[in-house]
Structure formats: structure tokens, C-alpha cells
């Protein structure tokens, strides 16, 4: 059985890249339903359409306030029939209404090993911090930014001469590969308490 998922995004995409080439495999349990990006300018809307997925913009500036834009993006993604969003890159922080709404159904991967560098910047603190050891965690998304409970964390190793660019690239490759499957772990895990 497939969940429906939606995916948001902010930009590049590669993440929801990855998770679209993996829930085609019939053992996925996701089925990704539609793309949604904060910015018309996001080039990963322009994958995802070439893929023939269905995939809008819904830009901030277009509401008067953070409520009413997301209730736009909650009339999307209704209007799909997502029963689960992962946000890939999506560089918004969701009110607690909305979290809440969605409570026990969205998932983020994060560039760090949470709890360590939530927020923003995560490379280059990680650099200044003298950190020997990063990386990137899937989690479920509550209320408190970037706290949640850990689905599945990857780790990769600070090398000498890092630069953010060296760093945030090894972490990427990282995120690659365990977005796919930690989502699977919690639509599995969600499929298992809901019976969906
Ligand atoms: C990824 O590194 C992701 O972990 C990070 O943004 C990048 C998006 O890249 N997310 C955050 O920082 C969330 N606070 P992508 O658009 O190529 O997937």
C-alpha cells in the first residue's frame, strides 16, 4: 500500500529528486502526488514537471499573512490528497497550527546531526565549532524547529582543509541516500499505526 505524499520544496530539489526516483519502485511506500515550492523560481519544479508530476508554486508575497498562505499550500495539498508531506529544502518555518495539523504525518531532513546546529548555517558552524564528526537527520516535524524525534541520521567525517563547500557536498551525498529510506521507515511506521 502507498501513501500519497507530497513534497515541499524551496529551491534546488535534489533531495526531492531522490525520493521521486525511489518511490517508483513498487516496494516504496510512498507515492509522491505533487511538488510544492515557496518560489516560482525553484528549479526543482522544473524536474519534477518534466517527470510528469503535478507541481505549483505557492509564494508567500500573494497573502497578507502566514496564515492565509498556508492555508493556501493545506487547499493544495487537500486538492492532491496527500496523506503525508516531506519537506525537502523547504526554508520556512510552518506554524504550529499547520505542524499540528499534520502532526505524526510530515518528516524534514536537516543538514546536521540533531540536536547539534539546528537552524540555519549548519556547515560552516559545524567547521567553526572544531566538529571531527557531521552529517544529516531525518525527523518528524513538531512544533519546535528542527526537534523532533530522529528518524534516521547519516555521518560523515570533518576533514582537514574543509570548506563548506567540501563539507556541505559530502553531507549532500549522504542526504541522498537516506532520505529515500528513512521516509520509507516512517510512512511504514505510520502505515503501521493508522492501518493506511
Ligand atoms: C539540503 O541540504 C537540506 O538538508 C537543507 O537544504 C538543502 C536543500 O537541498 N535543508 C535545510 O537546511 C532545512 N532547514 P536540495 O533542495 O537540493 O534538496
Given at each position: 500500500m502507498k501513501t500519497p505524499v507530497a513534497i515541499l520544496i524551496s529551491g534546488r530539489g535534489s533531495n526531492m529528486e531522490k525520493l521521486v526516483e525511489a518511490a517508483r519502485a513498487p516496494d516504496h511506500p510512498a507515492e509522491i502526488c505533487g511538488v510544492l515550492a515557496d518560489?516560482?523560481?525553484?528549479?526543482g519544479l522544473d524536474f519534477a514537471r518534466g517527470q510528469g508530476l503535478v507541481a505549483v508554486a505557492v509564494e508567500?508575497?500573494?497573502?497578507?499573512d502566514k496564515a492565509a498562505h498556508e492555508a493556501a499550500i493545506s487547499a493544495v495539498l487537500a486538492d492532491w490528497g496527500a496523506g503525508f508531506i516531506a519537506l525537502a529544502g523547504f526554508m520556512r518555518v510552518l506554524s504550529p497550527e499547520f505542524v499540528q495539523a499534520w502532526h505524526g504525518r510530515i518528516v524534514n531532513i536537516h543538514?546536521?546531526?540533531?540536536?547539534?546546529?539546528?537552524?540555519?548555517?549548519t556547515h560552516a558552524r559545524a567547521l567553526a565549532a572544531g566538529d571531527t564528526e557531521h552529517g544529516c537527520s531525518v525527523h518528524w516535524v513538531t512544533a519546535e524547529l528542527d526537534g523532533g524525534d530522529v528518524i534516521a541520521q547519516a555521518r560523515v567525517p570533518v576533514l582537514s582543509g574543509d570548506t563548506v563547500a567540501t563539507l556541505s557536498a559530502r553531507v549532500l551525498a549522504e542526504e541522498h541516500k537516506l532520505y529515500p529510506a528513512a521516509l520509507a521507515q516512517a510512512l511504514r511506521h505510520h502505515q503501521t499505526m493508522t492501518g493506511d
Open positions: 518560489r516560482a523560481d525553484a528549479a508567500r508575497k500573494g497573502f497578507a543538514p546536521s546531526l540533531l540536536p547539534r546546529h539546528k537552524g540555519l548555517d
